[in-house]
């Protein structure tokens, strides 16, 4: 068999493959290399460790969201790049967690704040009113991906079949109820669906923030 040229970027890319495949736990270096079909002692020339590839991974999910630009308009660059951040997180369910346990930050993730931050104050926003900003939005996105994750249904589909399922009692719960007949039931309601509206409401209220509402 031909010997593998190894890379940093095919080392993180199988790395993703394997927490892919079997979650964060599965990622070692002995996983790793054997997914490349070399030994483990052959990644240890591009990457110190495993602590220093979980690193680095951090850094490869940064990667691949798309950044604003700096000096275009705010609210549609930051609708963008927090759409472009659910998909990655949904595409790869190991990344939230990592990306927000790992202490070294990487040339990506650095680049990727200060594009972020820049966007925004370019926007006309504060120092900080865009460290604001940017964790509200955040906190949404990872929140949402989160949800997403844990929901005991397909959050892509509909959700009347599950909530027919549920035994809710109409008189102890009449707001629910009332959500639930009025939104789900009968309708083509789809968990999914509802992140635009609610980024919509995030980005509405720091546009008033920023006029000085």
């Not at 200060?114 to 949404?140: E, K, N």
Request: aromatic share 8%; glycine share 10%; hydrophobic share 50%.
């Amino acid at each position: 068999m031909a010997r593998v040229a190894l890379t940093s970027e095919k080392i993180l890319d199988a790395a993703a493959g394997v927490a892919d495949d079997g979650g964060l736990a599965a990622v070692s270096m002995r996983n790793v290399g054997r997914r490349l079909g070399v030994e483990a002692m052959s990644l240890y020339h591009h990457v110190a460790n495993k602590e220093a590839l979980l690193d680095q991974l951090a850094d490869w999910v940064f990667a691949r969201i798309e950044l604003p630009v700096v000096g275009d308009p705010w609210r549609p660059a930051m609708a963008a790049r927090a759409a472009s951040a659910r998909t990655v997180l949904a595409a790869h369910p190991w990344a939230l967690g990592l990306v927000e346990s790992r202490r070294t930050p990487g040339p990506a993730l650095l680049h990727h704040h200060d594009t972020v931050l820049g966007c925004l104050r370019a926007g006309g926003f504060s120092v900080a009113l865009a460290s604001q900003a940017f964790a509200a939005i955040d906190s949404y996105v990872y929140g949402f991906v989160l949800t997403e994750q844990r929901l005991p249904f397909d959050a892509a589909g509909e959700a009347g079949a599950f909530v027919a399922d549920v035994d809710l009692p109409v008189g102890d719960h009449p707001h629910l109820a009332e959500m639930v007949d009025e939104i789900v039931m009968g309708g083509d309601y789809r968990f999914a669906d509802q992140f635009d509206d609610g980024l919509e409401l995030i980005l509405d209220g720091l546009e008033r923030r920023l006029g000085g509402d």
